[in-house]
């Protein structure tokens, strides 16, 4: 028996080293419009509980738990938030993947020294120090100790906490990208003023995945560099974490299907090592502030095998240099606005930003998860007053059409447009969140290898079978 166990193992790993990962066939099953007013599982008012959905989604499946977490808070920065995740239930039809019964199960607060990591951007007078600001974008569970891993887009920056939420470590974010004037090096956590090199503001690691195995995580900038072309660049970059030492040893160009209308990446989920699903989405749609336009969200198939690090190469003015490949894309695996909700009067939402793949079908089909963020439903006027709005789907433009009301009530009220006083009906809501359920074939698909105290249980488990079988061969 002593040989079985460690070839099991290696098994996995061998499976994992494959290359052959593939999603085919992807089908929208149904989706969920969830209330916009949905609290999470802390204390306090019921505006600073409000959920806020999903700007990274990800299912554990050594646990079988589903995660979401959604970023800084209402408010853009400017409210003091301490930032958390949710993990949820859902319940999932094994035979079609249909979704349904969405429940908040547990909420955990973000904290680094027992402090609280605040969604409240750095200060004025310190805007080069990150100090506590926090704005986790996505999240994924490491599959050799449960820890959570969430990258942030201050920094931006990538960290672990253990399943309290307490930080662990923080990975060393590659100078490169890092928010600066080239000219003095004096860095802006807080916005693009003063800076000209590396992350533009509110673009920084909105995507990440992990390895199955556990010993690699990747980051997507949401956006090219402001040296790198900035909101017209035409590349982003991927940056490739040693889980071990927690510094980046790759980078690779991701190349957007077209520029403008502030594109950029959402999310990346490992298919296995190196290949990866990739949500690339406009800022079209039905959203808080957002010009309803032209949505356009959609899924892609990416393989680093083959492109070029570089992360000693500089993409002058958004260019590629001569004989630098970026990452290989696939035609679009799903387009996230073909399906609609008519309880969104059949719009698309404009913040698809979750993704993720989810248990096995009794078909051998995969569960594919999208989730959209709903900024919590608030808005702020020119001197930074926050407001919630409520929105009428059937309208045609349901944000122009809104009314606005003091955070947390709904008498004084107002217009969005023109802000003639106005009395909210029972028409109105807060802006749904919203998840999508698809299935898809995925050949050679490994969501992640045991924990080692799953392997250890594993390993139990042969030993004891083994022991039966010569019993048995005794008798």
């Known amino acids: 028996m002593n040989l079985r166990i460690p070839l099991a193992v290696a098994a996995l790993g061998l499976a994992v080293a494959a290359h052959g990962q593939t999603v085919t066939g992807a089908t929208f099953v149904n989706g969920l419009a969830l209330d916009g007013g949905l609290l999470d599982r802390t204390s306090g008012s019921n505006f600073d ?26 408010g853009g920065g400017t409210i003091s938030y301490e930032t958390r995740i949710n993990r949820f239930t859902l319940d999932v039809n094994r035979a079609t993947g249909q979704i349904s019964n ?19 951007a750095p200060q004025a007078g310190s805007t080069n120090v990150l100090g506590r600001s926090f704005d986790p974008e996505a999240i994924v569970i490491n599959p050799l100790n449960g820890n959570l891993l969430v990258s942030d887009e201050y920094g931006p920056s990538l960290i672990e906490f253990n399943r309290s939420g307490q930080e662990v470590r923080r990975f060393v974010a590659p100078a490169n990208v890092i928010p600066r004037n080239a000219a003095t090096g004096v860095p802006n956590f807080a916005s693009d003023a003063g800076n000209t090199a590396g ?35 035409r590349f982003t970059r991927i940056i490739k974490f040693d889980m071990a030492t927690g510094e980046a040893v790759a980078q690779f160009a991701y190349e957007f299907v077209r520029t403008g209308e502030g594109r950029g990446v959402s999310e990346l989920v490992a298919l296995g090592n190196d290949r990866f699903l990739i949500l690339e989405r406009n800022n079209r749609g039905l959203g808080i502030g957002a010009t309803l336009g032209t949505a356009d969200k959609n899924v892609f198939q990416i393989d680093l095998n083959g492109a070029t690090d570089i992360k000693s190469i500089s993409l002058t003015g958004g260019v590629l240099p001569p004989g630098v490949v970026p990452v290989s894309k696939s035609a679009q695996i799903i387009d996230l606005d073909f399906n609609t909700l008519v309880e969104l009067g059949n719009k698309s939402p404009e913040k698809w930003e979750g993704l993720a793949i989810g248990p096995q079908l009794d078909n051998g089909t995969f569960l594919i998860l999208a989730g959209s963020d709903n900024d919590y439903s608030v808005t702020q006027d020119g001197s930074g007053t926050q407001f919630d709005v409520w929105l009428r789907m059937t309208d045609g433009d349901p944000y122009n059409a809104s009314i606005q009301c003091p955070l947390g009530l709904t008498v004084g009220c107002f217009r969005t447009t023109g802000g003639a006083p106005a009395t909210l009906t029972a028409e109105y809501k807060l802006l749904p969140g919203v998840l999508h359920a698809y299935t898809a074939n995925i050949s050679g698909y490994v969501g992640v290898v045991p924990e080692p105290s799953e392997v250890s249980l594993m390993a139990i488990g042969l030993g004891l079978l083994g022991l039966g079988l010569r019993r048995q061969r005794r008798a």
Do not use: C, H
């Open 49 to 74: 509980r409000r959920v806020g959905f999903f700007s990274g989604l990800f299912y554990d499946r050594i646990r079988g738990d589903w995660w979401g977490v959604s970023d800084r808070g209402p």
């Open 102 to 120: 969405f429940q908040v199960a547990q909420t955990i607060k973000f904290t680094s020294g027992g402090q609280a990591l605040n969604g409240l």
């Open 199 to 233: 992350k533009a503001s509110n673009r920084g690691f909105e995507g990440l995945a992990i390895s199955p195995d556990g010993r690699y995580a990747y980051t997507t900038l949401q956006s090219a560099m402001l040296d790198e072309g900035g909101s017209a660049g």
